[in-house]
């Protein structure tokens, strides 16, 4: 059953580089996933964090990092605050994640 009780989750928000999925701050297991939708253009968004093991989530209003972009099959219609639609896909999400760091790591490559 999905919970968004520990705040330690948010954690996963922190800093996001490397791959996903990630070790979940709340159960350890590596099932730690992020994802994030600008609104508009904007610089804020929403954000998700949560664990497909031990379903804890955290949603909020969040600045978007800049190299983010939205994927384009999922549709803010799609979203709300429980990320288990999310989770179905995560292996998607995972990866477009994964894609758009390596990009956003070969650009800083590039400007050194």
């Not at 219609?77 to 999400?93: M, Q, R």
């Amino acid at each position: 059953m999905w919970t968004d009780e520990r705040d330690e989750i948010m954690k996963l928000l922190e800093n996001v580089q490397g791959e996903f999925p990630r070790k979940c701050p709340c159960c350890g297991k590596n099932s730690g996933h992020v994802f994030f939708y600008r609104h508009r253009d904007e610089k804020y968004g929403s954000a998700w964090a949560w664990c497909s093991e031990c379903q804890e989530f955290s949603h909020s209003r969040f600045e978007i990092p800049a190299w983010w972009k939205n994927m384009e099959s999922i549709k803010l219609a799609e979203l709300h605050g429980c990320p288990d639609n999310l989770d179905t896909i995560h292996d998607s999400i995972d990866a477009w994640i994964n894609t758009l760091l390596d990009e956003k790591a070969e650009q800083s490559k590039k400007t050194l």
